[in-house]
């Protein structure tokens, strides 16, 4: 099946800096990812959609200048985390749909800790 | 707008029982329902899917079947193993295309030796 590779899967880093998260879908071209955050014990709330080549469509509630994301191939979506705070620690997952599924693929999700 | 309900858990069950995890949906149109499956510190894997009216979604001794007509797709395995002992989520995909799915809070389930 369709693989949706995230890295890295855990990053512990300090107040004040920055984290990037990459999303890859392996064996299919993805025009559009997902970016998902999800709180202990809580469902997934969607952030942002990452856009190919375009800006991407945030959430309502979520700062376009702390969570940057950049799509900038058909295979590779980013999000970094600015000047991340201990607020911002959770567990990120990113989704990409396959064109003629109905399904979205999900990377194994990010743990990060800021300390 | 779209909703999924999915009954709160955790649910704790002794090994070999019989598993049912409620889900209800609200959509417009005809949505896709899915169940995703998450293990401790993983991202979410498709479990099985529906993708029309009275459809089953199969897969690893699971089941569950698309009732339009009560708008529920419930979750059931006639004999859960420990190792089936993670969160399990019910989510349905935009009637538009769109594949961006609405989640159902998560039900956790716990199986005990």
């Known amino acids: 099946g369709a693989v949706v590779s995230q890295h890295p899967s855990r990053v512990i880093c300090k107040s004040g800096t920055s984290v990037k998260i990459e999303c890859r879908s392996l064996?299919?071209?993805?025009?559009?990812m997902f970016w998902y955050r999800q709180f202990p014990k809580q469902s997934l709330m969607l952030m942002a959609t990452?856009?190919?080549?375009?800006?991407?469509?945030?959430e309502q509630g979520v700062e376009k200048d702390k969570f940057l994301i950049n799509h900038a191939s058909l295979t590779l979506s980013t999000l970094t985390v600015t000047s991340a705070h201990p607020e911002d620690s959770s567990f990120y997952i990113c989704?990409?749909?396959?064109?003629?599924?109905?399904?979205?693929?999900f990377g194994q999700g990010t743990r990060l800790t800021v300390v | 707008g779209n909703s999924v309900t999915q009954m709160e858990g955790p649910v704790t069950l002794s090994e070999e029982a019989f598993l049912t995890i409620n889900c209800t949906y609200t959509?417009?149109?005809?949505?896709?329902l899915f169940w995703y499956v998450q293990y401790p510190g993983e991202g979410l894997q498709l479990l099985l899917k529906?993708?029309?009216?009275?459809d089953k979604g199969s897969n690893k001794g699971f089941e569950a079947t698309y009732r339009k007509e009560t708008t529920s797709f419930h979750l059931e395995k006639g004999s859960v193993q420990v190792s089936d002992s993670a969160v399990y989520f019910c989510?349905?995909?935009?009637?538009?295309?769109?594949?961006?799915?609405?989640f159902g809070r998560g039900t956790s389930l716990i199986v005990h030796p």
């Open positions: 989510a349905l995909s935009d009637p538009g295309g769109s594949y961006i799915p609405t």
């Open positions: 990452s856009n190919e080549g375009s800006k991407a469509t945030y």
């Open positions: 989704s990409a749909p396959m064109t003629g599924n109905t399904e979205a693929f």
């Open positions: 529906a993708t029309k009216a009275d």
């Open positions: 959509a417009t149109g005809y949505p896709s």
């Open positions: 064996d299919f071209q993805a025009t559009t």
